[in-house]
């Protein structure tokens, strides 16, 4: 899309949390994102991370974390768990990147497992990875984003569940963070609309690819997070702050670079971004063609976690050397 076919639409009135972390963390790549530039295929990282929750909906939507390990129902349910993550990242065409690789995403499925060989809980009927959308109350806008299960906890009640895997070790700073996400506090924003004070909140599913070192870092952590109706009243109006500062830079069409250089170059646990080259010509970012840079395509698709769809239907009938999958992130 060109910069003024862009300018010529309205502002969004559907968000979720990668457009606003997106915009807070960089307007322009905000920018960027909306006119549908995006990786060329898919990043190991990404594809890593799909693959886990792949294997993740399948095994805790089975019999396997309620049977004996080594019964039969445990095995059936392990081995078809495993082998669609790992088919998966076959077809994605993703490249073996350090930790981010087939290897490295077998060893950590055959260590999570022993870990976690029961749970004290179950995924509901419906409870595998699912987008949502729910109004903002008062306004016109939407919130909205995928979740990556649903279970129901004796004791607790319903919670949504999040697996996040991480190429740094796991570490107090990392675990703490979650009390501050406002992606955590969107699922649970939207928990309590749709089921009231009976849901919980969110289990946090954590696993750290540093399985060189396992033994001295722990490889997984689990903690449940909660909120309070004054901390979900706080994010709402956060939510409506942040969607008028979007519509201020639209209707002022001023799109700043990251004002932190680490959001362009990348850090400990961070990618570098897509668009730093962008960024370095000498001409207006909106007079650049992102297309002649290296890793860059256009995707039209719209961007609409709340539409979500199996990521295995995406590499459907494709053979690895043609997979050229694209997706926003």
């Avoid at 076919?5 to 457009?19: C, F, G, S, V």
């Avoid at 309620?66 to 129902?73: Q, R, T």
Wanted: hydrophobic share 35%; charged share 25%.
């Amino acid at each position: 899309m060109q910069n003024h076919e862009l300018r010529e639409q309205d502002p969004p009135l559907k968000y979720d949390n990668t457009l606003g972390s997106s915009y807070e963390s960089c307007p322009r790549r905000f920018y960027f994102q909306r006119r549908g530039f995006t990786y060329r295929g898919k990043p190991s990282y990404f594809a890593f991370g799909s693959a886990w929750g792949i294997f993740q909906g399948i095994w805790h939507s089975s019999e396997g974390p309620h049977s004996d390990p080594g019964s039969k129902e445990w095995e059936l349910s392990f081995a078809l768990a495993l082998s669609e993550a790992l088919e998966y990242w076959d077809l994605s065409g993703a490249e073996d990147i350090r930790n981010d690789s087939r290897g490295n995403l077998q060893a950590l499925i055959l260590r999570y497992v022993e870990n976690y060989s029961h749970e004290p809980w179950k995924m509901v009927k419906e409870g595998a990875e699912r987008g949502w959308l729910w109004p903002l109350e008062g306004s016109p806008y939407f919130l909205g984003g995928s979740i990556d299960g649903q279970l129901y906890w004796e004791g607790l009640g319903s919670l949504f569940k999040e697996d996040k895997t991480t190429g740094i070790y796991l570490n107090d700073q990392y675990i703490r963070q979650w009390n501050f996400a406002n992606q955590v506090t969107g699922y649970i924003w939207y928990g309590r609309k749709l089921y009231g004070e009976e849901f919980f909140g969110v289990l946090m599913d954590m696993a750290s690819k540093q399985i060189t070192k396992a033994g001295k870092t722990p490889l997984f952590g689990r903690v449940l997070e909660t909120r309070s109706e004054d901390k979900l009243r706080e994010f709402e109006a956060d939510w409506l702050h942040r969607i008028h500062r979007i519509e201020d830079s639209w209707n002022r069409w001023h799109w700043p670079k990251a004002m932190n250089p680490i959001e362009c170059t990348g850090g400990l646990g961070r990618s570098q971004c897509l668009f730093q080259r962008v960024c370095l010509s000498d001409m207006h970012f909106s007079e650049v063609n992102p297309l002649q840079f290296d890793n860059i395509v256009l995707d039209e698709t719209p961007w609409e976690p709340w539409n979500w769809t199996d990521p295995r239907k995406e590499l459907e009938g494709m053979k690895p050397n043609e997979t050229n999958s694209v997706k926003r992130i």
